[in-house]
């Protein structure tokens, strides 16, 4: 089935202890659709400047990717440069020239309104809200949100989080968004909230997928899936647009959505994940092939499986 | 097979988010051996003052831990206060009373020579060096250090190291230890040390297993075992001891130290974390059976388990 991917398309300038790269392309929705392109059919409503060019563009076709969704405005791409030193959890943003995002208002291509699966990458919750009420047919939705809109506009987001099925965000921003400390009850308390599952990262740790009592029709124990412990992460920028892409890129690969599949899917999370830090920007994300994803999946398998 | 532990009895003030409590039985030597109680017969060497009395022995006898190598020393036992606040990962002291712990010479009773598997809790490195020198016939060695010696007395803690089979520490120790903040790497730089395995411990997020290449006739890929998501956590202290006691006590209750054995002492460990961090002190750990361990054991599997 087929995903559709909302969010930014982004040049970054990206300095971590393994070196420095310029202008290379990011942005949430850059990685989502690269990491959900091994899995499935996507499409990508975001917007980008006149510097968008063909180069960047093959990018998105080598994969597969659909980009009639992509708008092309007049000015620049948004620029994002960000620094990592030891903490590799953490990036120090050097600067957001938002460009002709700071407008961006999603337009979702007629052609995109049958897609089955709808991801919400990280921008502005009313726009979130707005393209989920367009995407009326969708199966499932997933959600990405951060602190800047948590703080910013709660109400905003509140709203956004009753029409979404599964929200993905880090220990930080779930314990800012839950006004709790304890992992387990600020779950609960953004259940309650609306999403019927929570996808909690915890980078290097991997992923706890938390269920509301009764969603998907299956029982509300949690589920984990560990992460590779990676020699060397060159680059952590994308790393959990990557998981979402390999998240929810999974989920919409299969018949069904169930217990096993969101578990299968967590992994894939993971794995993507830990290919997209393991060389900068998108690099390694534009050349995997299935069979790379499927050994390292069972080494992620391996890593906590007992007999 | 039998377990020796050697390392501090205490009295513990305890202040956490979920209350206060104080003079409560503690100490690492104390956690490590009820958790490990329920796998093995565990023997203690520590000391205590005038004012540890019968109350305080029968809470090691109700679990069959001889405590026969526990010194009694003029003067009081070992004082330690600390507080839990948001962040219930880290305790700050209020304060350390060492009185007859700061002279402790740990003597190793007759009765003792024989034990098989030996456990050198957080002392200081030469007197950690000198039992196990003593030891000579035990077949596995674990050991735990923390960051003031790791800072302190660095070349006493290498000498101890070339004499332990299993280092357990936590990420931030493993880190310090190595110089390196990578942590397969970090890993890899203290397995060098001597270790032929490196459990460390992530808090809530489980703890992974490192292994030298060709130790115990495996492979070198590591091993990880989740934790429990835990709605309420009231006391952390003794979670890594507790830890230790597990995964040590059901290495000695089994025939073989195997790949499969090293894992499933992993899930014990966090088991064991799991329950003592539900109660102040060692009030969970003191009234356990194997049935309740065994059914989280099963949770912990169930947790990261794919079909």
């Not at 942005?27 to 499935?40: K, P, W």
């Not at 019927?196 to 269920?211: M, Q, R, S």
């Not at 900068?280 to 790379?292: A, H, M, V």
Request: aromatic fraction near 10%.
């Amino acid at each position: 089935m087929s995903i559709l991917v909302v969010g930014s398309v982004a040049y970054d300038d990206i300095t971590s202890p393994s070196g420095s790269v310029k202008n290379i392309l990011g942005g949430a929705a850059t990685y989502f659709s690269l990491a959900a392109s091994y899995f499935t059919k996507v499409r990508v409503v975001a917007v980008v400047g006149d510097d968008f060019g063909p180069e960047q563009e093959r990018v998105f076709h080598k994969r597969g990717i659909d980009t009639r969704g992509i708008e092309r405005a007049k000015g620049k791409t948004f620029r994002w440069g960000g620094s990592y030193f030891d903490n590799l959890n953490e990036a120090k943003t050097d600067f957001t020239d938002l460009n002709v995002f700071e407008t961006f208002q999603p337009r979702i291509p007629q052609e995109y309104e049958d897609t089955e699966f709808l991801f919400l990458a990280n921008i502005q919750p009313t726009l979130q809200a707005n393209v989920r009420r367009k995407m009326n047919g969708v199966r499932l939705t997933g959600c990405d949100t951060m602190n800047y809109w948590i703080k910013g506009t709660p109400r905003e987001l509140a709203e956004t989080l009753k029409l979404v099925d599964v929200l993905l965000i880090n220990d930080t921003e779930a314990k800012m968004l839950a006004g709790e400390t304890n992992l387990p009850r600020a779950a609960q308390k953004i259940l309650a909230m609306g999403p019927k599952a929570l996808v909690i990262k915890h980078g290097e740790y991997g992923a706890t997928i938390f269920f509301r009592e009764g969603a998907f029709g299956i029982g509300r124990h949690p589920f984990r899936a560990p992460a590779l412990p990676i020699d060397e992460v060159k680059d952590p920028t994308g790393a959990g647009d990557s998981f979402a892409g390999g998240f929810m890129g999974y989920l919409a690969s299969q018949e069904e959505v169930n217990r096993e599949v969101l578990k299968r899917a967590l992994f894939y999370g993971g794995v993507m994940g830990s290919f997209a830090v393991e060389r900068f920007g998108t690099e390694r994300l534009q050349s995997l092939n299935r069979e790379e994803i499927d050994a390292r999946f069972q080494i992620f398998r391996e890593l906590t499986h007992l007999e």
